[in-house]
Each structure stands twice: as C-alpha cells, then as structure tokens.
C-alpha cells in the first residue's frame, strides 16, 4: 500500500474562483491521498464572494480560501507539486515558473464563472456549473490507480481528463 500524499496546483489568472473551487473539492474528496492548492499569475487579492458563497452552501470551510501568487508555489520552501493542473485557458498560454521536482502537468480549462453575466440567478448558477465541471474532472482524477500507470500512461490519462467536457445544464 502506497501511502503518498500527492501535492496538486490549481492554477488560474485571477485565483477567485475556479482554482478555489478546485482546491476546495479536492482537498475534501481526496483527503489522506491528496493535498491541493490553488493560485493565480496574476491573482486578484481577494476571493469571488460567489465563490465563498457556494463552498458554504456546500458545507465547506473556507477559512483556508485566499487568493494569492503562483510564486509562493515556486519558492524554494514550498510544498513539492505532484501534478499542477491549469483550469482557465489565460493561465494555460502564459509562462509558467519552472515548478521544483517536475510535477505532472495537464490543462483542464473551464469557463470562467466570474466572467458570467446575468441577474443573481444565472450568475450563480455559473458559479455552480464551474463547480460541476471540477467536480467530475476531479472525481475521476482521484480514482486513477496512481500505483500501476507508469508516468506516460498518467500523463496521458490526465490529459484525457482535460479534454472531457460534460455537457452544460
């Protein structure tokens, strides 16, 4: 039995809300086999009030939720990143810190909830779907047999993972 605990970065530009939501479910779902984070390249300094209001509606805490640099993630005494997933498209073009220990990367690119427009309803029904989305990419990331894939057949499961887009609604 393997008992690592594998470090994943959700990175996004803004750090407000998908790379939150990510970071969020990830922890709960994959707690004792996974630990995640979240930041952004150029990170808002604050978190999007929908998205704190969905993770509560969940039952989440969100005291950890904070936006913040992807450079602290880069840093010589940062955790060591297994894999670093991007899920805006803005993050996935732009350079990106040399990451210690070369993590697994893979780009899992979901619309942007906080670039939603509408009344209070379809706002946060973004919110939510974004939600979703993470949720089953997530879902089916920590069901992997980390154990017996070698890391090209890993790699390329990630990358499938990427590319599974469910349907809206």
């Not at 997530?138 to 894939?149: H, K």
């Amino acid at each position: 039995m393997n008992d690592k605990v594998y470090n994943a970065l959700f990175l996004c530009t803004g750090n407000s809300a998908r790379s939150i939501l990510a970071e969020a479910f990830l922890n709960r779902i994959g707690q004792g086999r996974f630990r995640a984070f979240s930041a952004g390249s150029q990170p808002k300094g604050e978190v999007h009030p929908y998205t704190l209001q969905l993770l509560k509606t969940m039952n989440y805490d969100t005291s950890f939720a904070r936006s913040k640099s992807w450079e602290e993630f880069a840093a010589p005494d940062a955790p060591k990143m297994d894999f670093v997933f991007t899920v805006c498209d803005d993050a996935a073009n732009e350079a990106c810190p040399v990451w210690p220990g070369q993590p697994m990367t893979a780009h899992w690119g979901v619309p942007d909830p906080a670039a939603a427009q509408g009344n209070d309803a379809e706002m946060h029904f973004a919110f939510a779907d974004a939600y979703r989305m993470l949720d089953n990419r997530i879902s089916i990331f920590v069901s992997l047999p980390m154990n017996s894939l070698d890391r090209l057949a890993l790699q390329r499961r990630l990358n499938e993972i990427g590319r599974h887009l469910p349907e809206t609604g």
